[in-house]
């Protein structure tokens, strides 16, 4: 087996920080950051590079992702609850490359940038 090949069927933490996401973006890494609160929620504190796919709509939309389905996709809400189980369900559905981004956005105003409101 090449290391091409242990890299493709290397399985990605559930988890990810949000250390490891804000390093990500600085890096310009290749991956989709997925926001699945309310677009109330949205509305009043967002990071700027997420996509809004609410957690209520995930199911209906799960064809937006199709593209992505061999990328890398973070998925973050309030605090990682919802998150998680929207991770959960993509590995799920073939996307083995999902991940929740432990804390959600709280943690993110908290460690990354606490000029974010928080709620």
Same mark, same amino acid.
């Given at each position: 087996?090449?290391?091409? %090949?242990?890299?493709? =069927?290397?399985?990605? $933490?559930?988890?990810?920080?949000?250390? %490891?996401?804000?390093? +990500?973006?600085?890096? !310009?890494?290749? &991956?989709?950051?997925?926001?699945? !609160?309310? $677009?109330?929620?949205?509305? &009043?504190? @967002?990071?700027?590079?997420?996509?809004?796919?609410? +957690?209520?709509?995930?199911?209906? !939309?799960?064809?937006?992702?199709? $593209?992505?389905?061999?990328?890398?996709?973070?998925? @973050?809400? @309030?605090?990682?609850?919802?998150?998680?189980?929207?991770?959960?369900?993509?590995?799920? +559905?073939?996307?083995?490359?999902?991940?929740? +981004?432990?804390?959600?956005? @709280?943690?993110?105003?908290?460690?990354? %940038?606490?000029?974010? $409101? =928080?709620?």
């Amino acid at each position: 087996m090449s290391s091409s %090949d242990n890299q493709t =069927t290397e399985k990605l $933490p559930l988890e990810v920080t949000v250390q %490891d996401v804000h390093r +990500m973006l600085e890096d !310009r890494e290749d &991956f989709l950051l997925v926001d699945c !609160r309310e $677009p109330h929620e949205h509305e &009043f504190v @967002h990071l700027k590079s997420a996509t809004l796919i609410p +957690m209520s709509q995930i199911q209906g !939309r799960v064809e937006e992702l199709e $593209p992505h389905r061999d990328r890398r996709i973070v998925v @973050h809400c @309030h605090h990682g609850g919802r998150s998680m189980q929207v991770t959960e369900w993509l590995r799920q +559905m073939g996307y083995e490359k999902t991940q929740n +981004m432990a804390g959600g956005i @709280h943690a993110w105003s908290q460690e990354i %940038d606490a000029g974010l $409101p =928080t709620y």
